[in-house]
């Protein structure tokens, strides 16, 4: 290894250290790029945005312990469009893709006359390939191998 590229592999290693242990970060999975974007992009192109989607609610996340809601994130859809650039009417469809690849949970909170939606990164997903290609398949009302709508 080149002497520049051990110093940038320190450098990156000790940052990566102190964030960590600062508690300044949320893990992000490989395989979110790696596998499970791919497999959800098979069903619409436009799914590679629950990458981002998924960030932003890991950023999101409530870290104290004595709260009702900690450990997840509560912002609204507007304040998820405004942050992330995500229109409004795609951010319902790809929280329901999240949920689908097993990478978030939700609730609902329901306080006074507001309902408050929960969102649960769950920080890696245990589901095979198969098993979100089946989930998403059932969201998407068919299956890639038929092509054809389960109502058909």
């Not at 709260?67 to 507007?78: E, L």
Request: proline residues 5%; hydrophobic residues 30%.
């Amino acid at each position: 290894m080149s002497e520049q590229f051990r110093k940038l592999a320190q450098e990156a290693e000790y940052k990566k250290s102190q964030c960590l242990d600062r508690g300044h970060y949320a893990p992000v999975p490989h395989d979110l790029f790696r596998r499970i974007v791919p497999i959800a992009r098979e069903y619409d192109k436009s799914n590679v945005h629950i990458a981002a989607l998924y960030t932003y609610l890991l950023s999101m996340v409530n870290g104290q312990p004595g709260n009702d809601r900690y450990m997840s994130a509560f912002p609204s859809v507007q304040r998820i469009a405004d942050e992330t650039g995500i229109g409004r009417n795609r951010i319902r469809p790809l929280c329901d893709v999240l949920e689908a690849v097993g990478l978030v949970k939700s609730a609902y909170d329901y306080a006074g006359n507001k309902r408050d939606k929960l969102y649960y990164p769950q920080y890696y997903s245990e589901l095979t390939d198969e098993q979100i290609r089946r989930n998403l398949g059932e969201l998407y009302g068919h299956s890639l191998q038929s092509d054809l709508p389960n109502a058909l």
